[in-house]
């Protein structure tokens, strides 16, 4: 098998994400941990606690105040970004009712989410649940209805980013958030030659030796090379309809990652 994405049919890259994904769900951690030299944890805190889910929610109304907040975690796979909202909610906002969907299109990145759980105190409880879907067509989830979408590292694997974005605009509520964190662009160009280097000479070595699986790394580092800039991100979000708070981005470690915010007006 060979996953270099450059001359594939948009057709084909669907059931390519998804032998990729299968691939790595077991080792998707161990193997985060290594590329990102485990600061891809620090990320994920950043973005929960920049989003501070289970916050009293000012425009509701009062029946519906202590409802805590519906999320859809897109793209969700293992729960790393679920279980720290919930956790997030309940330990400093001391909100039991918050809510999270982990949504994801790969069965196995869903397995794993799902036994993971079982070491969580949501497990089996109406705080989490999980559906399998593809983020760019989700007819079971009514319009209007999510407090907050997060998609985290997974919306450069979309084949048709904007449907996504579209799609995220449709179900959030007026005043909700879409919040994005994704490989971006790094601004310093010679932090960026490094950062090149680091990507396609020791990424697929890594994923060889430890996953023993180097073509879905291979991948991985194409699918970041290929992936918007900020400011083009930006502007497909701002085509979705949302509205952009501020810059409209936050870059992290010098835009290896950046967070993306819109608000639905
Ligand atoms: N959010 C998790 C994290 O940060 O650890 C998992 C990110 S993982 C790199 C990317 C995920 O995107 C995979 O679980 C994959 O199955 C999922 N994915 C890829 N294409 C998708 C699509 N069209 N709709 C929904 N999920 C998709």
């Known amino acids: ?14 059931s ?13 951690d161990n193997m985060n941990d290594l590329m990102s030299l485990g600061i891809h944890r620090l990320w994920k805190d950043h973005f929960v606690r920049s989003l501070n889910p289970g916050t009293p929610v000012a425009n509701r109304p009062a029946d519906a105040k202590d409802q805590g907040w519906n999320i859809l975690d897109i793209a969700g796979g ?12 309940t330990n400093i906002n001391h909100d039991m009712q918050t809510r999270v969907t982990i949504s994801d299109i790969n069965a196995d990145m869903l397995a794993e989410g799902r036994k993971r759980s079982t070491a969580t105190p949501y497990y089996n409880t109406p705080r989490l649940s999980f559906v399998q879907a593809n983020a760019q067509d989700m007819p079971h989830i009514p319009s209007n209805s999510v407090d907050l979408y997060t998609v985290v590292f997974g919306i450069r694997n979309f084949t048709d980013k904007q449907a996504a974005l579209n799609e995220a605009f449709r179900v959030l509520k007026p005043g909700g958030v879409f919040a994005c964190m994704e490989f971006s662009k790094v601004e310093n160009p010679l932090f960026d030659a490094v950062y090149k280097r680091w990507n396609f000479g020791a990424i697929p070595l890594i994923g060889q030796i430890v996953a023993g699986d180097r073509d879905s790394y291979q991948y991985l580092v194409e699918s970041i090379e290929r992936f918007p800039s900020q400011e083009e991100f930006r502007g497909m979000i701002q085509q979705a309809g949302f509205e952009i708070p501020g810059k409209g981005y936050e870059n992290l470690t010098g835009g290896i990652a950046a967070i993306h915010k819109g608000i639905k007006p």
């Open 1 to 14: 098998t060979h996953f270099g994405f450059t001359n594939v049919p948009e057709s084909e890259k669907e």
């Open 16 to 28: 390519r994400v998804g032998a990729v994904f299968s691939s790595v769900a077991s080792s998707y």
């Open 78 to 89: 293992t729960g790393d970004i679920a279980f720290r909202m919930l956790d997030h909610a």
